[in-house]
């Protein structure tokens, strides 16, 4: 059934229909002693839709309950333990009710004390209209100590359930609090998990990008070398130069290979064992080996570098070159200038700029584009701070490409 329907008024309908049974009972009596007095059975009445009403609208109740005050006043009308059944509502109004009707709740507490014991002469249930009510009545008049007794054992009975409904409201309230805090640190906890899955599957995603950029680095540059090397075999009429450059494709293949394990073995760029320099000079013995012209110039200090910036300058270079020789031309040589930080100044302080330049070939004059390799440059050299410069410029021996990296020297935080 939906909180709509009709049990969860269950218990304040058996409630109400209680009281407006003992409270007619009560009545019926009160009119056949008094001759036809029927102000019991409106006491009755209001009394019952109070109680019924005493959860759903709690300050609607309070003010039946002020109403059936005043009624007794202006009747007199002797129906005590209806009075106290009325208690119900006071529990409600602290229980259920708003702050305003929770204070007007407590208010109501004495009143209807004074109604009970004070308009009725210290009686606190009708048992003068059954056994001998009179000489009971005669006893609270003339014993004050009598008084006071049956008004503290009133005061307990009416005023007990007002506290009783605060003190479940509280606790109420702190077993809400803490499911809401249970509820709270589950959710915090699941989206802690939701933070790592997401940060994991970022970090894995990060790996494959840059496993597939070492793999088309290294391939890609292996590649441009066996196929420049076979191109110029071809044209070789002297057995010995060519069995040179058979065995300068066996040494470019095998290489090839160990890099491709090498980087698939782990998706992190080892330290370099040897130094910088000695890395790049062989980097461009292996294009110079393949049969095409490089100019190679290195100016200032070589210096070691990070285990991470040296990788990526390492990586930076192998890809100019392979780019220069898919995309050069043939019979123009390939400048690869190396400008390591300069202490006099010049812009370029605790900067490595690697600079390659190689003449447009005439079938893709405007160079590599913005394909795969240049992009992959591009991310290496943000990732530590550095970034990537590219131009074409006219010369009067034709149309050239270049491409600059600026490569920061020191990593974060230390020096180089």
Same mark, same amino acid.
């Given at each position: 059934?939906?909180?709509?329907?009709?049990?969860?008024?269950?218990?304040?309908?058996?409630?109400?229909? &209680?009281?407006?049974?003992?409270?007619?009972?009560?009545?019926?009596?009160?009119?056949?002693?008094?001759?036809?007095?029927?102000?019991?059975?409106?006491?009755?009445?209001?009394?019952?839709?109070?109680?019924?009403?005493?959860?759903?609208?709690?300050?609607?109740?309070?003010?039946?309950?002020?109403?059936?005050?005043?009624?007794?006043?202006?009747?007199?009308?002797?129906? @005590?333990?209806?009075?106290?059944?009325? &208690?119900?509502?006071?529990?409600?109004?602290?229980?259920?009710?708003?702050?305003?009707?929770?204070?007007?709740?407590?208010?109501?507490?004495?009143?209807?004390?004074?109604?009970?014991?004070?308009?009725?002469?210290?009686?606190?249930?009708?048992?003068?209209?059954?056994?001998?009510?009179? =000489?009971?009545?005669?006893?609270?008049?003339?014993?004050?100590?009598?008084?006071?007794?049956?008004?503290?054992?009133?005061?307990?009975?009416?005023?007990?359930?007002?506290?009783?409904?605060?003190? @479940? =409201?509280?606790?109420?309230?702190?077993?809400?609090?803490?499911?809401?805090?249970?509820?709270?640190?589950?959710?915090?906890?699941?989206?802690?998990?939701?933070?790592?899955?997401?940060?994991?599957?970022?970090?894995?995603?990060?790996?494959?990008?840059?496993?597939?950029?070492?793999?088309?680095?290294?391939?890609?540059?292996?590649?441009?070398?066996?196929?420049?090397?076979?191109?110029?075999? #071809?044209?070789?009429?002297?057995?010995?130069?060519?069995?040179?450059?058979?065995?300068?494709?066996?040494?470019?293949? =095998?290489?090839?290979?160990?890099?491709?394990? #090498?980087?698939?073995?782990?998706?992190?760029?080892?330290?370099?064992?040897?130094?910088?320099?000695?890395?790049?000079?062989?980097?461009?013995?292996?294009?110079?080996?393949?049969?095409?012209?490089?100019?190679?110039?290195?100016?200032?200090?070589?210096?070691?570098?990070?285990?991470? &910036?040296?990788?990526?300058?390492?990586?930076?270079?192998?890809? @100019?070159?392979?780019?220069?020789?898919?995309?050069?031309?043939?019979? #123009?040589?390939?400048?690869?200038?190396?400008?390591?930080?300069? &202490?006099?100044?010049?812009?370029?302080?605790?900067?490595?700029?690697?600079?390659?330049?190689?003449?447009?070939?005439?079938?893709?004059?405007?160079?590599?584009?913005?394909?795969?390799?240049?992009?992959?440059?591009?991310?290496?050299?943000?990732?530590?701070?550095?970034?990537?410069?590219?131009?074409?410029?006219?010369?009067?021996?034709?149309?050239?490409?270049?491409?600059?990296?600026?490569?920061?020297?020191?990593?974060?935080?230390?020096?180089?």
């Amino acid at each position: 059934m939906s909180e709509t329907g009709w049990r969860p008024w269950l218990p304040e309908a058996i409630a109400a229909l &209680t009281v407006l049974g003992i409270g007619f009972a009560e009545a019926l009596v009160t009119w056949v002693v008094s001759g036809g007095d029927t102000a019991g059975f409106a006491t009755a009445l209001i009394a019952a839709v109070a109680v019924a009403m005493c959860r759903r609208e709690p300050g609607a109740a309070l003010g039946l309950v002020w109403g059936l005050g005043l009624f007794h006043v202006l009747t007199g009308a002797p129906i @005590m333990l209806v009075e106290f059944a009325l &208690t119900a509502v006071f529990f409600g109004s602290a229980r259920w009710g708003r702050p305003p009707t929770v204070v007007i709740g407590a208010l109501s507490v004495p009143l209807a004390v004074v109604v009970a014991f004070v308009l009725h002469e210290g009686q606190i249930v009708s048992l003068h209209l059954l056994v001998g009510g009179s =000489r009971l009545a005669a006893l609270a008049r003339d014993q004050p100590t009598v008084q006071l007794v049956v008004a503290l054992i009133g005061l307990l009975v009416v005023a007990a359930p007002w506290p009783a409904g605060l003190l @479940m =409201r509280f606790l109420e309230r702190a077993s809400t609090s803490r499911s809401e805090m249970l509820a709270a640190e589950e959710a915090a906890v699941g989206a802690w998990r939701e933070t790592e899955h997401a940060r994991e599957v970022a970090h894995l995603r990060d790996e494959q990008t840059r496993l597939a950029r070492d793999v088309h680095d290294v391939v890609g540059h292996s590649l441009a070398v066996i196929l420049a090397q076979a191109e110029s075999g #071809q044209y070789l009429d002297d057995t010995g130069k060519l069995k040179k450059t058979l065995q300068t494709i066996a040494t470019s293949a =095998r290489s090839s290979l160990q890099d491709v394990r #090498q980087v698939l073995s782990t998706t992190q760029d080892t330290p370099p064992v040897r130094a910088d320099a000695d890395r790049f000079d062989e980097l461009i013995a292996g294009v110079r080996a393949s049969g095409h012209e490089i100019v190679a110039t290195e100016l200032g200090t070589p210096c070691l570098l990070p285990g991470e &910036t040296s990788a990526v300058a390492y990586r930076v270079l192998q890809e @100019m070159l392979t780019n220069a020789l898919k995309h050069g031309r043939r019979d #123009q040589p390939i400048t690869a200038e190396r400008h390591w930080p300069s &202490t006099q100044g010049g812009g370029f302080a605790d900067t490595l700029r690697i600079e390659v330049t190689n003449a447009a070939s005439t079938a893709n004059p405007d160079g590599p584009g913005n394909g795969r390799g240049l992009d992959g440059m591009r991310r290496r050299l943000e990732a530590i701070g550095g970034h990537l410069d590219v131009r074409l410029r006219e010369r009067p021996t034709g149309t050239t490409f270049t491409v600059t990296a600026f490569v920061p020297v020191r990593a974060a935080g230390g020096s180089a």
